[in-house]
């Protein structure tokens, strides 16, 4: 499906395609950081007594971080959690249909998120709310949560053109 559904697409879905891999990639390279980072931190700790200060303020933000990240490939490789005891039995139009609802719902949350998102973007930056020990400004942290926001729209669109695609097909 996923070769069907590249073959002769516009360059800008394409585009879009790729860039929504890399972040999710991206998103995996910042786990490894973390996982480093979190080693890194204990290791010095029982060695030197002497661990990473803020370690656990900088794994809180970048979870939240990669978490994002993945949400835009989840949605465009159908990776999300489903309900398939309901679509067992059910033709390839009802499925499509059902393809095309999700879509339009996971939308519909995506730009909420994001608008929701950048408001508090907006409030950090105003307060200029920081982490208790190293100090780092939070509003940050809602740059790469934006990024993969609009992502993850960008990914809704693309499944709803897939998934509006296949209600129309005629096999």
């Not at 980072?37 to 939240?64: I, Q, R, Y």
């Not at 809602?142 to 695609?165: E, F, G, H, M, Q």
């Amino acid at each position: 499906m996923a070769g069907e559904a590249r073959h002769g697409e516009a360059g800008i879905i394409r585009f879009a395609r790729h860039a929504i891999e890399y972040w999710a990639l991206l998103g995996g390279i910042v786990l490894l950081g973390i996982a480093v980072m979190s080693t890194w931190s204990a290791t010095s700790g029982v060695l030197f007594g002497k661990p990473l200060p803020g370690d656990f303020e900088m794994v809180e933000v970048l979870v939240a971080v990669a978490a994002f990240a993945f949400l835009p490939y989840c949605q465009l490789t159908d990776a999300n959690v489903t309900a398939d005891i309901f679509t067992a039995r059910a033709g390839r139009r009802t499925i499509a249909v059902f393809g095309l609802i999700a879509s339009l719902v996971a939308l519909g949350f995506a730009l909420l998120l994001l608008w929701r998102m950048y408001a508090g973007l907006l409030d950090y930056r105003q307060y200029v709310e920081t982490t208790a020990i190293l100090r780092f400004p939070i509003w940050m942290a809602y740059i790469p949560a934006l990024i993969s926001l609009a992502l993850l729209t960008v990914a809704c669109l693309i499944t709803l053109k897939d998934a509006a695609r296949d209600v129309v097909r005629r096999d």
